[in-house]
């Protein structure tokens, strides 16, 4: 099992640029979310989804989009890209919302 | 004020030392998590605690839900436990948030 993958690593943007930061999962599970960790703060859930087919809202989603077409997919997409999103993002699953979650190795974004 | 604290915020022992990483959180819980993550960047889930405590090889997490407080202890500790160590709290409520510490970053020196 490759277990949760995040792509792209590394990414610059300029404001006002859109993109999608890839998420997937190999094992089968429901539970998917999207973190942003910021220095000095902790991890902060962006969006979640728990199952195909359904998302909600995190602690902060403004700026963000997901969907959830298939239980292995979680894309996350930046509409319009700012500064203040300059963030590591880590995307994470678990079979349900009450177990632990296994995260991806995080994307490092860059707003310029 | 957070809803997860966590102290100290850094932490520097020598080899072989008793460590311990304080967490206290002023919300009801269903779990608490304890995390790591290593200075590349990568985050391992270590423990899930409901209550009493858990023990995986030199690493020991305890949990007391009344006085809302875990502790995360590392017995002979090593270089390679150098890491960030975060805790992380599923709230009861309708929504079962996670909500996170800022972490506590250890150095440990040979």
């Known amino acids: 099992n490759a277990g949760v993958t995040q792509t792209p690593k590394f990414q610059v943007l300029k404001t006002g640029q859109s993109m999608t930061l890839q998420c997937a999962q190999d094992?089968?599970?429901?539970?998917m979310s999207w973190y942003r960790q910021d220095p000095g703060m902790g991890l902060r859930l962006i969006h979640y989804?728990?199952?195909?087919?359904?998302?909600d809202q995190g602690e902060v989603p403004n700026g963000y989009n997901v969907s959830r077409s298939t239980t292995e997919d979680f894309p996350l997409r930046l509409l319009s890209a700012a500064p203040s999103q300059t963030s590591v993002y880590f995307c994470?699953?678990?079979?349900?919302?009450?177990?632990?979650?296994?995260f991806g190795p995080g994307t490092r974004l860059t707003v310029l | 004020k957070n809803e997860v604290e966590q102290s100290p915020q850094n932490l520097t022992a020598q080899e072989g030392e008793f460590i311990t990483i304080n967490c206290s959180y002023s919300v009801g819980i269903s779990a608490l998590h304890w995390l790591q993550q290593h200075p590349g960047g990568g985050i391992v889930s270590l423990f899930m605690?409901?209550?009493g405590k858990k023990k995986h090889g030199r690493l020991i997490a305890t949990i007391n839900i009344q006085e809302k407080h875990s502790s995360l202890h590392i017995t002979a500790s090593h270089p390679r436990d150098s890491a960030v160590y975060i805790c992380?709290?599923?709230?009861?409520?309708?929504?079962?948030?996670?909500?996170f510490g800022a972490g506590t970053r250890l150095t440990v020196k040979p």
């Open positions: 992380a709290v599923r709230v009861d409520n309708d929504n079962n948030d996670m909500r």
């Open positions: 994470a699953s678990s079979y349900s919302r009450l177990d632990g979650e296994f």
């Open positions: 989804s728990v199952g195909a087919g359904i998302t």
């Open positions: 605690l409901s209550s």
């Open positions: 094992m089968n599970h429901e539970y």
